[in-house]
């Protein structure tokens, strides 16, 4: 018996019966993996520059949809546009481009046109794109993308219907530009849940904000984005969390509203999954407007946000970020904003059992379940029990 409460037997029959092997076809690796919002469909991209878009019937089996020459280098990352637009999903390849794909009903099965690419772009600034995310409220949809130099963009389309046309809305360095050669690690991911968590609404933050987490080395900035009613949405960091990792692979934010509060998963380069809770906590009395349109900017803190820190210019990370250039960037006016307190606290150090490097981490639609995996080639399954601990119910993966 373990913690779940079964045995040794038991968990390889449960795994033997939920996992199966997935013929891809590719002739290369696979670099990325994303199933669209309904669990129905997976989309795949590899090194040999092809992408891959596979239905799962309801008897688990896979049938190709299509494939295709989806960039001029590997396929780095795919993420799927909310189910209400469509199918839709979006890529990064090592052609220094982004790339968003609508499936084309009036095209044939496994022609190669099925999926259209409907909008495409390069790096203003000729530096490649590392990370990438969307996220879908209804019929609306916003794109988050940072260049290896740390150049943050937010995006939405000019274009609603068609999404073929986009426009740039806010830019931010969150770490500072970094000189070529001295660019580290950098990976995001936007709060996927339509509005924010119960207690940052209680404390102030606006209904409509968007929450970003980016990480860079050790350390995760979170940043909302806020809309004035006249105006675009604009990223303020509110919180820096200097962890206690050595290097952060991943960062993934749990959807759902089944906590009050916000949990921020991170793959960890040391062989851990760390959980870290995201808080803000108020009285009643300590309730003040802020965050709302019309204001501009918060706070930011490695522990509790107490004092005004500009997200554009470059925190105290000074030898762990090495070529930091702080002459490019600006700083914006932040006099208008009332305070939300937001604090952090790491809740969870979670191994994988040979201790190799943790690679990738995603919630399930839900937030109730975390999938992790790393150097091992393994999957891990992680959900907290009814006493609120993380414990890890499912290992399945080569012997």
Sequence with gaps: MDATGLSQHEHA??????????????????????????????????????IRVFDIEQDETST????WRGHDAEVLDIKWVGSSLGQIFGTI??????????????????GGRRFRCIFSQSPHNHVAYVSFDLKTVKHEVWLVLITRDGLLSLLEPSEPESLSQWKEIDTLFPFGQHSRGAEPKITL???????????????GVD??????????LNLIKIFRAIKPDEGNYHFYEVLEMATTATLINDVSWAPGCIRPYDVIAAACDDGYVRMFELDTPCAAVDVLPSLIPGSRA?????????????????????????????????????????????EWKEIATLPHKDYSAVLTVRWVSDGSTLASTGDSGKLHLWKQNLAGKFIEFCEAGPD
């Design 64 to 67: 190709l949809v299509d494939q």
């Design 189 to 203: 991911c936007l709060q996927p849940s339509e509005r924010p968590c119960y207690n940052a609404v209680i404390a």
């Design 298 to 342: 918060s706070q930011g803190n490695s522990r509790v946000s107490s004092a005004m820190n500009p997200h554009s210019v470059p925190s105290g990370i000074g030898a762990g970020l090495a070529g930091v250039s702080r002459a490019s960037t600006t700083t914006r006016d932040a006099s208008s904003v009332s305070k939300v307190k937001h």
């Design 207 to 216: 209904t409509r904000a968007l929450s970003l987490a980016v990480s860079a």
């Design 93 to 110: 390849g090592g052609d220094n481009k982004f790339k968003l794909w609508r499936e084309d009903l009036s095209q044939s099965l496994r």
């Design 13 to 50: 029959e449960d795994a033997e019966h939920c996992f199966r092997n997935f013929e891809h076809g590719a002739a290369d690796v696979v670099l990325a993996v994303a199933f669209n919002t309904a669990g129905t469909r997976i989309a795949l991209g590899s090194s040999d520059h092809k």
